[in-house]
């Protein structure tokens, strides 16, 4: 494509893409305010998370499908500088454009597919509750099964915070032992000895029936489908959030700063999954004042020329302009005979320096 039908072209899609930018970050912005808007439970208890997500599940859907939706949208102004860069950097693989729309679609729609998930373990959960799926037994009755039919128990949450226990059966059943009469060593050690599975629970917020809820949401299939697709979706993201950049970047297209930011976010999203990702989006807005040349600095001057203008690494001198230059010493041109004449002066001073005294 030449130089002009690639200007007119983004031209024409400049400001559709600077719009596009924005939209993804303004609908994850509004997907956090929708949940701020409920008194969902948080802490670390499980059980009061799942009964509070029963009760507001129509909401964290909405919440999921408006974020959904913006990163549904955000491949459209990435693909927009894919082409730029396509057009200038030769470097650029057309088939990495999958990229482009992989990670951001596969994050969209594992979001809703994990809020649809939960929303189903919840009312699992509250199912179990309402059908009294979880007995209270005493210590005693406890202690005699560990000590006479170990083998029926699959596995004892122990919560030392109260001094409680949860058990799960074989058969799938839960039994809650309010309060054990003894110290936490000695049940773990009982437990060791049976020997038996356990786990221990030691936060304050944590107790009966938080197993049950914990094996609700396990044996969830939409919810372990969604934690299928989220490893794919966060490694599409990162490519495209290396790839794109740099290759901007090496085409002129994104300053330093930009450029180098956008890979770093991508980077970080192995660390800090959360923050990264509202940062990328934050970063893809900020692109969008950039196609429009409303950015600090305005547009780098590769948007203009229609071709690769690579930055200068640092301490490399800039390219020489018309020709090769000449090695030697130069000499200030004046009137007609005056360099001559400077010459005459410049060789009769030289020889006379050099002349030796007579007596």
Known sequence: MDRERILERERRWAVPAAILAVIPFVLYIASILIVQGTDIAGGNSEAEQLTSLHDHSGTI?????????????????????????????????????????????LFGVQGIVQAVGAGQAADDFVQLQSDEAEATEDYGFFKQQLEKNSGEIEKVTVYTADDSLEVEQKTGDFYAVPEYRSTDDEV???????????????????????????????????????????????????????????????????????????????????????????????????????????????????????EAIPWQRPGEEPPERGGNAIEGDATEVGPEGAEGAGSKRSAAQRQKRKRKRRD
């Open 188 to 306: 773990l050690d009982a437990l060791d000895d049976a020997p038996v599975e356990n786990e221990t629970d030691p936060d304050s917020d944590a107790g009966p029936p938080d197993a049950l809820a914990t094996k609700a949401t396990d044996d969830n299939g939409t919810l372990q489908a969604s934690q299928g697709l989220l490893l794919p979706a966060v490694l599409g993201l990162i490519v495209m959030m290396v790839y794109v950049p740099l290759q901007s970047l090496r085409a002129g297209l994104l300053t330093r700063f930009l450029g180098s930011m956008g890979i770093a976010l991508g980077a970080s999203m192995i660390l800090i999954l959360p923050i990264a990702v509202i940062a990328i989006l934050a970063w893809t807005g900020f692109l969008g004042l950039l196609f429009v040349g409303k950015g600090p600095g305005g547009r780098p001057p590769a948007w203009a020329a229609g």
């Open 61 to 105: 859907l909405v919440s999921a499908i408006v974020r959904g939706i913006g990163f549904i949208l955000l491949p459209l102004p990435i693909l927009y500088l894919f082409f730029a860069a396509m057009a200038r950097n030769p470097r650029v693989r057309g088939a990495m454009v999958g990229f482009v729309f992989l990670g951001p679609i």
